[in-house]
């Protein structure tokens, strides 16, 4: 009783951000943490902003459009020491980076199966032993009376296969994709003057790169380089006209934030990919920056009369 407070950051994924935008409708507290310029919040000021009546702290582990890993662990001790259940959503950093429910202090964890090569539509929730959850929906007492409804099987089985492949693969692919992304960013800052790299260089995923073209907008590049699967942000919201609430959240003004791109490598992507999807990204840019540029102003010969 008395606990009706949440404490988050601005770097959420909607999916948390609008459950704190509906629990605020239902009279809770919810102070979100401004993240710095580098990506990342600092773990002292999440801290900073809990009190007597924080309920839950929920932090993305990491940010799903810029890649850059938050400090959870030092946050969420910190909190679960002050008498608060701790969220980490794991969707992004499960099957890239090692994820341990107890060193990173997380009473639920949230996981999605289609971000490690599970099926679209399958994911798992993590709940510590002894955390009493109500279920949101009524009905018959499946998952342990948590969710209602007929398992599907397949699904969960594909979820569990997917987890053991990640997690045998996880240093090999670490490696070698973090090394595929350094070659794809390089080869771009080459071609592409004025390309800024969005967050810091490290402490972040090994397959995310979240990229600034200067000059144009980041829709307008996809639309005009069929031959790379990217999106301009969150895949969820990669359609839209408006500039990611989390670049700007980071101070990056609206014109640059609407030149980002968000370019993802796994497991099938090899040097060749990395090679061609930087060369069409550069020639698509440059196309772009010529027909924008303005039209030289007509030259006379002779007297005017």
Known sequence: ??????????????????????????????????????????????????????????????????????????????????????????????????????????????????????PKGVGALYVRRGVALPPLLAGAGQEHGMRPGTE????????????????QKLDRDAVRIGALAGQLLHRLQRAVPGLVLTGRPEQRLPNTLNLLFPGVSGRALLEACPNVLASTGSACHAGSEEPSAVLLALGIGREAALGAVRLSLGRATTAADVEAAADHLAAAWRRLRSAAAPAAAPRFSGALS
């Open 152 to 167: 599907n099987v397949a699904f969960i089985v594909a979820l569990g296969a997917a987890c053991r492949i990640a997690a």
């Open 1 to 118: 009783a008395g606990r009706r407070g949440i404490v988050t950051t601005a770097l959420e994924h909607p999916a948390t951000e609008e459950c704190c935008r509906l629990l605020e409708r239902a009279g809770h507290r919810v102070r979100r943490v401004a993240p710095q310029a580098d990506g990342g919040v600092a773990a002292d000021d999440v801290i900073a902003a809990l009190d007597e009546t924080t309920a839950l702290v929920t932090v993305i582990h990491a940010q799903n459009e810029i890649g850059t890993l938050q400090p959870v662990g030092e946050i969420f001790h910190a909190a679960r020491r002050r008498g608060a259940w701790t969220h980490a959503d794991a969707a992004q950093s499960l099957g890239k980076v090692p994820v341990d429910v107890d060193a990173l202090g997380a009473d639920l964890l949230t996981v999605a199966g289609h971000k490690l090569y599970a």
